[in-house]
């Protein structure tokens, strides 16, 4: 399951901070961050599954909003036939278009950035909830914000809020060096972030991650992919 840590400011001045990591099945294909979508999502960048055409994550710098998608354990008894991909809700909601109603999909957890304005939407089969988030650091995977039943989030959420994101281009830099110390756990470890779901009963391992800085008028996101699914060999943000 994949993992997203973000600093929200306190100023409306400053921006956003992301790192986000994904996990999936190495064996569904996927395009890098780029612009892969026609119209009406021309312009939008980001990380494309190919066998759907939705995204994991996305950025619009035309209206400086980003959008992540977590995959979340449902209730639903809707058979499959009546479902769609949840990758065409990252890209509605980069175009300022949030979920509501009855979302057709398995569930999810949502995160929507506009700024310095970041709020998670999250939907379990029966039930759509929005929160916003609050200033300070947050946590999610596959359960609720700041969950501390989820391991990992109990195990490193203290440390993502002790390293403050750096001054200058690679902010990102003492986020990196908690995920590198994550790594110390195997990634089998219920605290693991670097992640090897198949002994749990699902095909994914972490595969790529992005960070991004989202202030009011102006998105940055790069992406680098583990060399080794699943495996730490150190992460090139590009």
Do not use: K
């Amino acid at each position: 399951m994949c993992t997203v840590v973000l600093s929200v400011p306190a100023s409306v001045s400053e921006p956003t901070r992301v790192l986000a990591i994904r996990d999936e099945d190495p064996g569904r294909p996927w395009n890098p961050l780029g612009r892969w979508w026609p119209e009406p999502h021309e312009g939008v960048v980001g990380v494309r599954d190919v066998r759907a055409g939705g995204a994991w994550l996305a950025a619009d710098p035309a209206t400086a909003r980003l959008a992540v998608l977590l995959n979340r354990a449902d209730v639903s008894t809707r058979p499959e036939s009546e479902l769609v991909s949840r990758g065409g809700i990252v890209l509605e909601s980069v175009a300022g278009r949030s979920p509501d109603g009855v979302p057709r999909t398995h569930g999810f957890n949502l995160v929507e950035i506009a700024g310095p304005r970041a709020r998670v939407t999250t939907w379990d089969g029966a039930q759509l909830q929005t929160r916003d988030l609050e200033p300070g650091t947050h946590m999610l995977a596959h359960d609720d914000v700041d969950d501390p039943s989820t391991p990992r989030i109990e195990r490193w959420l203290d440390e993502f809020r002790a390293a403050r994101p750096a001054d200058g281009e690679r902010w990102w830099l003492p986020w990196l060096d908690v995920l590198e110390r994550s790594t110390e756990l195997p990634p089998t470890d219920d605290r693991a972030i670097i992640r090897d779901n198949r002994p749990y009963g699902y095909p994914t391992l972490s595969l790529l991650a992005c960070v991004a800085s989202v202030a009011a008028t102006e998105v940055d996101v790069h992406y680098g992919e583990l060399a080794r699914p699943g495996t730490w060999g150190g992460l090139e943000l590009v």
